[in-house]
């Protein structure tokens, strides 16, 4: 690379425009950094995407950034996931302002982002490709070019994330693994209308060598995907309708008068992760860094959340507001590599649950879903994870015991946790007539008091809601 060709450095450099990469080059450029964007597709955003639903915890993500009331008006509410006509998760009771999973195309999630990180000032580079970088101790240098056309170029900057997918560049460009299997092989995916509405609930079962899975968006539209294993071909082998509409029949009885489909796609699912979301300066965010069966609708959300987890981190460092920074940045790898290895295992069991097909497997799968359905604190646990809304991360050994758990939207003196959580700084809750002295996090926190005069805790609430500190 000839370092004269260098482009005015930035402070990251963050590979990949869907929502992982956006949520995080926004929340960047919001703090006051300077960020570039950079993406190999043309600045339209497409309206076929295969993501469809946004978990609760996600949507309480985006709500600390102004933009969730807005995301749900463009799409349905499901309070519950009901898996092989036996059981339904209920999510009508998470202490949430979002208590269901909004069922709402990809691309209604990537236009308010854009539009956020846009506004806050992100230097979008469409139509371009990282074709190499290198780092050493003070930053990293991309090596940039044009898609159409060829034109190089070369950005310095001191971080770079890279956010670009399951056949992510940075991360062949780092030398690293990405190890895993195929898990389901030709599955077919479109969207539908029937004559015949199916309900409002996510549903999924599998019966005779097949599974379906069926999500209203609330507009008319049905989000369909199957798999069949006796019709197991490459994606480039072509699928139509009637394929879809024999899938559903088998697994679902019926295929509730399926047509006019808009969409129709042939596709494999791998399950895969990094041993490493960081290297030195480079970081791995998203399917970049892990990528898992759709079942339970995790891929999009759990990138959604690796970003929020990553970007306050970041912005801290490069403000030299982190006490301990190399510390801090290494809690990204710590915190959010078993985040992504659960998922793998949550959504592995729920297709392997789909796929089943012999006598011994339908049993195993009957006797696990009866104890999710009837057993309490099992439900509960499934809920929390499929939501997010139950993850949390390990707390240093003596911490108090809120210490690393998710915060729900508390209220306050001055208004509600996730507004207070939009200037992109901690939050210190102190109980009323009381002021305790919080370590060190990341900046200034914002001075919030309980508006119950009952409450007594303490709380130090991390940018991404979670809480990292307490006492009472």
């Given at each position: ?49 295969r ?46 302002r ?88 030709s ?30 968006f ?8 199957g ?7 490459p ?16 697994a ?104 089943a ?49 998710r ?13 207070l ?20 996090l ?30 009472d």
């Amino acid at each position: 690379m000839n370092e004269q060709m260098a482009d005015t450095a930035t402070d990251v450099v963050v590979v990949g425009a869907g929502p992982t990469g956006m949520l995080l080059a926004g929340d960047l450029a919001a703090a006051g950094l300077r960020v570039t964007l950079v993406e190999r597709r043309p600045p339209e955003i497409a309206n076929l995407t295969r993501a469809f639903g946004v978990h609760a915890r996600t949507l309480e993500q985006l709500d600390a950034r102004g933009l969730a009331d807005e995301l749900v008006e463009t799409g349905r509410p499901a309070a519950s996931l009901t898996f092989f006509g036996r059981f339904a998760l209920n999510l009508s009771g998470l202490r949430s302002r979002f208590p269901y999973a909004l069922i709402t195309p990809q691309y209604e999630v990537e236009r308010l982002l854009q539009r956020r990180a846009r506004d806050a000032g992100v230097d979008f580079r469409y139509g371009t490709a990282l074709r190499g970088l290198r780092q050493d101790a003070q930053g990293v240098t991309a090596e940039l070019a044009a898609v159409e056309g060829g034109e190089t170029s070369v950005l310095r900057a001191r971080y770079l994330v890279g956010a670009d997918g399951v056949r992510s560049t940075v991360r062949d460009q780092l030398g690293l693994p990405f190890p895993g299997h195929a898990v389901i092989k030709s599955m077919v995916l479109a969207d539908v209308r029937f004559d015949k509405a199916p309900g409002e609930t996510i549903a999924v079962n599998g019966a005779g060598g097949t599974f379906a899975f069926v999500a209203p968006f609330g507009d008319g539209w049905y989000r369909v995907m199957g798999w069949n294993k006796d019709h197991e071909v490459p994606d480039s082998e072509p699928v139509d309708l009637d394929e879809v509409r024999g899938i559903a029949r088998r697994a679902l009885g019926t295929d509730y008068g399926m047509r006019d489909a808009r969409w129709v796609s042939r596709f494999h699912s791998d399950e895969r992760q990094v041993p490493s979301y960081r290297t030195g300066r480079v970081f791995l965010a998203g399917d970049a860094a892990h990528v898992h069966s759709p079942a339970g609708g995790q891929g999009m959300n759990t990138g959604i959340q690796d970003a929020a987890n990553l970007s306050w981190k970041l912005a801290a460092v490069l403000r030299g507001e982190a006490p301990d920074p190399e510390a801090l940045l290494d809690s990204y790898h710590a915190e959010r590599h078993p985040v992504g290895k659960a998922v793998l295992r949550s959504s592995g069991g729920i297709v392997r649950m789909a796929m089943a097909h012999t006598p011994a497997q339908r049993a195993v799968r009957a006797a696990a879903t009866g104890v999710v359905g009837t057993v309490g604190p099992v439900q509960r646990k499934a809920v929390g994870m499929i939501t997010g809304v139950g993850i949390h991360y390990r707390a240093p050994r003596g911490a108090h015991p809120l210490t690393g758990r998710r915060s729900p939207d508390l209220s306050l003196r001055e208004g509600r946790l996730y507004e207070l959580l939009r200037k992109g700084a901690p939050v210190l809750v102190t109980p009323q007539g009381a002021a305790p002295s919080a370590p060190p996090l990341a900046g200034t926190p914002t001075q919030a008091t309980w508006l119950d005069p009952s409450r007594t805790t303490a709380l130090l609430i991390r940018p991404d809601a979670y809480i990292a500190w307490a006492t009472d």
